[in-house]
């Protein structure tokens, strides 16, 4: 284990390790930019030092950015200055702003320019909020690189004596149920999920960063990770550019979600159409770059089918598993045959297990509890301390498989309890099935389907209702009888989800008129 115990002290490690090589490569004015990983240190510095200029005192700050690389520099650095940093979508609207804010008592609020309208708004209703300081652009930043850096007037001003196990972070959960709450983590919490050295990135890894670094599980695993291992950062920025950007920077592992997996998957087959000269491995080098090896899967599944299509170009894809409130990895992946199918292997780092069907985790990289809610926090640990995932699987060889959620179970009269999400997941495959939702009623399955017309259009379905009837036969016919889908209902917009992509599975999600049988 290692003996990192704050996020200060990665950077100090990385540095000092790996010196003047890159760290962070980014787009800007049509130009690859790169910085070290002593300058990002050196950056994060002067950002901590800029942040004590402005507050003496420790507080709650709130940060709202858009993903590049002076929104990095500047979350580690808030981190560094021993403040708690509650970081939240660009996009949240003031009403939800004020509602949050009051939650996680934030008194200062960092956001970009385009923000400023909303934060005085929010500052109106929400009196609480005594400063906003309005970022500007990169020019702005440099200009607080320069002048708090390590060789300025202001440089003692980074010499703050951190609490490893105070809270650093407060990070909203995503709120499936119409409940979000703010999961406190500490330096010592990230540093435990991140400083493990079994299932290291190699030295000569080239990640692209795809998902919006307010989630817990973007910064932890692509910032702190690679910062960690010493591998390259790239920031994709708009995920509209992913295609233009893979082939700039030609990463060798990428951590996505199934959604964005299939979407790849889709450009890399239409691409092999339109060259059938070129084998397999050169048509996806052609949408992923020549270096693409490996991804990394995790928000929700991903099917086996896919993991078996993506090797037929040479690219390895695996499942991570983990939770907010775990900081988030509870697995990772090693790439092996072995964890093809699994939802990851065990880190090492904290004790999992699997109680009564739920996977249970205990250990150095588990929440501090939530933010102001002494009883949720006490309902989410068992009596020897372990933290209820509320995820349904099992452990096998040191590799998790997980078949759904807990909450989201559907108990028959006759007492069987039924998975929605291991019943959904035999839908993954069925392209014309864009997302799918099964509930229960009177003892039998409903399947709720928004389908994909474009799938159907290119496929020549006319009738989609009798199409999607067919699938469903067939997956009913390998099905027991109390698992079978008695009846969908199709929907003519896409479900409500979460900022993280999950489905919101609450009782309002049926909101508009349904066809079906």
């Known amino acids: ?3 990192l115990k704050t996020v200060r002290q990665i950077a100090d490690y990385a540095a000092e390790k790996y010196g003047d090589k890159d760290f962070c490569r980014f787009l800007r004015n049509g130009e690859v930019n790169k910085k070290s990983f002593v300058e990002f240190r050196e950056d994060c510095l002067a950002v901590c030092r800029y942040i004590r200029t402005v ?3 420790k507080v709650h700050i709130a940060f709202l950015g858009k993903t590049n690389y002076e929104y990095i520099a500047c979350l580690t650095g808030m981190i560094f200055s021993g403040n708690t940093v509650v970081p939240f979508a660009p996009d949240i609207t003031v009403e939800e702003a004020c509602r949050l804010f009051d939650d996680a008592d934030i ?10 309208g909303k934060a005085q708004e929010i500052q109106t209703r929400y009196p609480a909020l005594r400063k906003i300081i309005s970022l500007g652009d990169s020019k702005w930043f440099e200009d607080i690189f320069n002048k708090y850096s390590s060789q300025s007037e202001y440089a003692s001003l980074s010499d703050v004596e951190t609490d490893p196990d105070e809270c650093a ?7 499936t149920t119409g409940v979000r709450k703010g999961v406190m983590l500490s330096n010592s919490n990230l540093a435990s999920n991140t400083c493990y050295d079994a299932y290291n990135l190699e030295g000569d890894d080239v990640c692209i960063s ?13 910032v702190l990770k690679n910062l960690y291992d010493g591998a390259v950062l790239c920031l994709n920025g708009d995920l509209t550019q992913l295609y233009r950007n893979l082939l700039i920077f030609e990463p060798t592992i990428v951590r996505i979600v199934p959604a964005i997996c299939k979407s790849v998957l889709t450009k890399i087959k239409i691409m092999h159409r339109r060259h059938p000269e070129l084998s397999p491995e050169e048509a996806a080098q052609l949408v992923v770059g020549k270096n693409f090896r490996r991804m990394i899967a995790g928000s929700a599944f991903l099917s086996g089918a896919l993991i078996d299509e993506f090797a037929k170009y040479s690219i390895t894809a695996r499942q991570g598993y983990g939770m907010s409130e775990c900081s988030p990895r509870i697995t990772t992946s090693d790439f092996s ?11 090492g780092v904290d004790e999992v297990r699997e109680k009564d069907g739920e996977i249970q985790v205990k250990g150095p990289s588990v929440m501090l509890g939530y933010y102001k809610k002494p009883e949720e926090t006490e309902a989410a640990f068992t009596e020897d301390g372990f933290l209820r995932t509320g995820d349904l699987g099992y452990i096998e060889n040191g590799h998790v498989y997980l078949v ?11 007492g069987e309890n039924i998975s929605p999400e291991e019943i959904e997941n035999r839908f993954v495959d069925d392209a014309i099935i864009k997302e799918i939702v099964v509930t229960g009623e ?6 709720n389907i928004f389908p994909d017309a474009d799938v159907a259009a290119l496929a020549g379905i006319e009738d989609i209702e009798t199409e999607i009837e067919k699938i469903i036969d067939r997956i009913n016919a390998d099905s027991k009888s109390d698992r079978q889908i008695h009846t969908f209902k199709i929907r003519k917009t896409p479900f409500k989800r979460t900022s993280t992509g999950k489905i919101k599975r609450t009782s309002t999600f049926f909101d508009e008129e349904e066809t079906g049988r």
């Open 1 to 3: 284990m290692s003996a």
């Open 442 to 447: 009177n003892d039998r399955l409903i399947a």
């Open 404 to 414: 759904g959620r807990k909450k989201n179970l559907i108990i028959l009269s006759n």
């Open 210 to 222: 795809i998902l919006p670094m307010h989630h817990i599980f973007c910064y932890s695993c692509d």
């Open 169 to 175: 972070l407060i990070i909203y959960t995503s709120g």
């Open 337 to 347: 045959e072995e964890c093809k199918y699994s939802n990851g292997i065990l880190t």
């Open 107 to 116: 008194e200062i609020l960092f956001c970009e320019e385009d923000f400023a």
């Open 55 to 57: 507050e003496e005192k």
